[in-house]
């Protein structure tokens, strides 16, 4: 194809039916300083509706009405009643899936319980769990600690090898869906038919994807596909601020033989007992998925991640995570033209897919000398996306507020960067504690 | 003594050295409603600086500078600093503690650390965890599930007997310092040296004494009663709004320990790596305390949590913990003895110690009918206490704005109602979600 003029790109806005939800993104200062944010991959930026949702929890239902809050402003359901958003999102039912605590946290909940059903029905041979050497750090720390406590092991391998790397000896796959640093997505349904026929657990980890792309975790169509476990992140493309808490979803049939044995998950607090407010010495585990609640819930944390949920399920109207998808496709598609055409020769190349079925919404690049340099450079002509040691340099591209103009500004201003060798400037060589 | 009038109470409030400090409180609508808030044991108020805190870091951090915040505005040391803040309050040192999850997660990860201790030294009769049956639930939960994953068990003594209970075979002894129920405060220097005289661990639980009573986790000047470990919570006495993020401290010397062995605790999450960023397969944790951060920090609850523990710092000037506990005991003195002289013959007992030395900063009352009706008709005098199943009516005085006379006021009208018999109206017979 010829390639696009930023005057096509404006076009492509034009007719863009998801473009008016950017307008409940607080983008202003970015857009005075004349910047581009392609790092919504790693922190959503402020729904317009979150500062007054947050001062309302602040004012009238933490300072006016106290502590008769937890009652009359709902507090108490805020974690089942976001969470049935978030389910809307991941293809998952009502009342399956629940806010709580970190990604980190959830995940070693979700371990922790899928090695006890393991455990508790298969051979001591099955007793290892899969994953991918480039999945995402805090899984890894996390599954290994969970595993070694319970006489598991951690297996990992390149994403090729995974299909192939499970067998009888597996206990459960564990993976991020969408790998954060190279964007590479993985075939849900068609990893959990492996896993599944191979006698395995699922655990997705949709960090990268809850918000961005489609997901199913309950087979969508295909009840056999159905995943098993799944955790994910709120600051992400659900826009619920810097660490918001995180998400669990479990399948039914587990959470139903939970219900029928008893059992529990082994962060076992409070708010996730049937009847908290008896304040009995002994453990009830809540229904369902009720359980994998731990503690207190964040109010204000959670308020704020409502109102970036909202953003989201603001796009049901004109398509949804379809359109949302669609968008995100073509705006990687237009990143990555652009990219071959104006970087050609200049020591980069492309991480992610160019496979629509195996790209998540964000495009991974990695260059010879490393990149960091080349993201700082970028940094300080407005295209804000990451480095992710040691050699990628990535993009976000939030279909909600994200324009194709501003793909065409980015590639304009990256290959401005790398024509110029300005980021061979030694103010481009200091590292900063996050990057 | 003889009865104090309200106008005598009004009198202490003149001279009370800590009563400027109740305008760090947006206490304006309760004021409004004539009300008494006497429930800051379970939710401290909003102070006053919080909301424009909290609308910085929404507007000008997240909003404005977008990721860049992380580095810019500090958001990444967040749970060191407000950790070391915290640290002034429990007598802790500077890099010994840090703000992190809720308090059932933060317990799970110190008890499971303290298992690890004891495994590795401990002769395998040593598997015991003594606590106190009417520990706070969540405690006695956590350690339940904790202890069974690991061949330890949970023995649950009354109070009296805890002393009696500890010996050869007790890996740790796990106590709330001052029981949320009965408000019965332990001797935390002497259960200490009574459980390392008998080769155990201890791990604290601060929720209701951070801010409210003076600790002394590092022994104060007796490097001897140092505790091991301590968790508390941030939304009561702290004041850092619903279910703000609880701390963790670890004493130092079993972080040292940590450090040369390379241990990690078992929430071993990102962001308690070395280097976090780094993104390394292998999970090196982090030095001394930082290993215990588990996820990616609340940025927007820990801005509000730094603003409530700033509402206990502030009084540092007049006189710090000290003056905020000899406060805290004239108010309960003044409360037992008007309930004394007012409620007496009423069916009414005190289950609060009159006895200084073992008084947390709350005062519970038991009744013969359970009480829950006389809780629910006492808020529709506006006197906001709580009811703890089954049987406890629970008011918490907080010093930095809790008045003499609105403990008179308080018991005034505990005295009609209970006079007045409207408690046994049907509309106080209805039970709310949350009590």
Redesign the interface.
Known sequence: MSLPTRDACAALDAVDPLAPLRAAF?L???DARGEI?L?GN??G??PRA??AR??QV??D???????????TAG???LPQRIGDKIARLVGAGAGELVVA?????NL?KALATAMTLVAAGAPPARRTIVSE?TN???D???A???AG??GFSVR?EDAGGLASAIGEDTAIVMLTHVNY?TGHMHDMAAVTRVAHAAGALVVWDLAHSAGAVPVALAGGGDPASAADFAVGCG?KYLNG??????FIWVHPRHTARMDAEGW?Q?????LG?AS????????QPGPGITRFI?????????A?LECGVDTVLAAEPFGGLDAIRRKSLALTDLFLALVDARGAGRGLAVVTPRDHATRGSQVSLAHETGGHAIVRALVARGV?G?F??PDILRFGFAPLYTRFVDVWDAVDRLAHVLDSGEWREARFAVR????
């Not at 601020?241 to 995180?246: F, M, V």
């Not at 731990?294 to 959670?302: D, E, K, N, R, W």
Request: charge should be negative; glycine fraction near 6%.
């Open positions: 607080d202003d200062a970015a944010y790092d790693s922190l930026p402020l979150t500062p947050v001062r602040l004012h239902e933490w300072g006016r009405d106290l502590i008769g809050s937890w009652n507090w108490i359901t605590d970190s990604t980190s946290v070693y050497r995402f750090p805090t890894l720390y996390i290994t600690a969970a406590e319970r990992l640093r600051y601020g810097p660490g918001a808490p995180a529990r082994p962060l076992a607090g409070w007992h908290p407010f008896a304040f009995a010495t002994d453990y731990c503690g207190t819930p964040p109010i204000v944390s959670l704020a804000i990451d992710r040691a900063d504690a996050v990057t």
